[in-house]
Nanobody, 118 residues
Framework: VQLQASGGGVVQAGGSLRLSCAAS???????SAWFRQAPGKEREFVAS?????????KYADSVKGRFTISKNNAKNTVYLQMNNLTPEDTAGYYC????????????WGQGTKVTVSS
């Protein structure tokens, strides 16, 4: 499985972006996630979803209520809708996937950069 992230860019504080992560293979039963890494900081979890079921979505406290993860299994694509962005959201965003019972994320995308200006 190969993951291709896209959708990053520069946006003003309060704005929105939607990131996409397209998988080369079928990932309908996988857990898909987004992580981010800001300059000089460790990578952190942002959100995850199991299969395409929005009821399984989990979020970091810092993005709850502002970000929404979703998945279109027919397109093998995971999305991260980011609203009300702040400069603290500036980071490289990486998509990842793993089998449902795997401990670690096995597949990683190349990352897409998000810059939020104040």
């Amino acid at each position: 499985v190969q993951l291709q992230a896209s959708g990053g860019g520069v946006v003003q504080a309060g704005g929105s972006l939607r990131l996409s992560c397209a998988a080369s293979g079928r990932t309908s039963n996988y857990i898909s996630a987004w992580f981010r890494q800001a300059p000089g900081k460790e990578r952190e979890f942002v959100a995850s979803i199991r299969g395409g079921d929005g009821r399984t979505a989990k979020y970091a406290d810092s993005v709850k209520g502002r970000f929404t993860i979703s998945k279109n299994n027919a397109k093998n694509t995971v999305y991260l809708q980011m609203n009300n962005l702040t400069p603290e959201d500036t980071a490289g965003y990486y998509c990842a996937a793993k089998g449902r019972y795997s401990e670690n994320y096995t597949y990683w995308g190349q990352g897409t950069k998000v810059t939020v200006s104040s």
